[in-house]
C-alpha cells in the first residue's frame, strides 16, 4: 500500500509522520511505501533542524527533502493523510483525482460512525458547491446552513504547527502524530484501511 502524507511546507509535520510511519511498518514487516509531499513545499529543501532531531532520536536515519505534490504523486498514492483539513481541501481543490483517497490523518483512524458521516456529508456539500461555483451558481440557503452547523459539529483534526518553535514543540507535535500512527496501524493491520 502506498501512503503520502501532505502538509504545508514539507519540512516538519510530514517528514515526521513519512519516517515515522515507515519506521512503524518495518518493524511490523507490513509492506508500505511511504512518501510527503507539502503543498506549498520547495523542492529539495533540507527537512527542519527539529524534525531530524525528533527522528534521530527515534534512530530513524531517512534522508528526506522536501516536495510540492504533484499529480503524479497524487496518482501514485492509494492513500492520501494531511495534517490538517485545510491541507486536505487544498489537495482536493487542485488534484481531483485524490477525491475518495484524501483524508486528514485523525479522521482517517477516528471509528466514531456519527463523526465520519458528518465528515462525509460536508465533503459532498463541498464538492456540490465548487461545481456550483464553477457554473456561477451557489449552494441553496438551507445547504449553506448546513454547512456550518456541520462544520460546528466536526471535532477539529489538525496537527499542530510546529514550525518555527522550539524542540519541545517538534516533540508535542511529533506524539501527536505518533499517537494517530498507532491507531492507522491498528486499522491497517485490522484490515480496515482503504
Ligand atoms: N512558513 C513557511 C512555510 C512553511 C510552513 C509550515 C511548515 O511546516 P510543515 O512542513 O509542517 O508544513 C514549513 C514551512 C514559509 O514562509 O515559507
Redesign the pocket.
Known amino acids: 500500500m502506498r501512503i503520502l502524507f501532505v ?9 515526521m509522520a513519512e519516517g515515522l510511519l515507515r519506521q512503524m511498518a518495518e518493524q511490523e514487516q507490513m509492506q508500505l511505501d511511504v512518501r510527503s509531499a ?1 503543498v ?2 520547495a523542492e529539495g529543501i533540507q527537512i ?1 533542524y527539529h524534525a531530524e532531531g525528533v527522528l534521530r532520536d527515534h534512530h530513524i536515519k531517512d534522508q528526506i527533502t522536501s516536495s510540492p505534490i504533484r499529480m503524479d504523486t497524487v496518482e501514485w498514492a492509494d492513500l492520501i493523510l494531511t ?1 490538517t483539513e485545510g491541507h486536505k481541501r487544498q489537495v482536493l481543490q487542485h488534484f481531483p483525482n485524490g477525491a475518495g483517497k484524501t483524508y486528514t490523518l485523525k479522521e482517517y483512524v477516528e471509528d466514531d460512525i456519527q463523526v465520519l458521516q458528518d465528515i462525509a456529508e460536508l465533503d459532498s456539500l463541498l464538492a456540490s458547491k465548487a461545481l456550483q461555483n464553477s457554473l456561477g451558481q451557489s449552494l441553496t440557503p438551507s445547504e449553506g446552513e448546513r454547512m456550518i452547523e456541520l462544520r460546528q459539529r466536526i471535532p477539529v483534526y489538525d496537527i499542530s ?4 518553535g522550539s524542540r519541545e514543540e517538534y516533540d508535542r507535535t511529533a506524539a501527536e502524530i505518533r499517537t494517530a500512527l498507532d491507531k492507522l496501524m491498528d486499522k491497517l493491520k485490522n484490515g480496515r484501511g482503504m
Do not use: E, F, I, K
Open positions: 502538509c504545508t511546507g514539507n519540512t516538519c509535520r510530514s517528514p507539502g506549498a513545499a527542519s495534517l504547527d510546529p514550525y518555527g
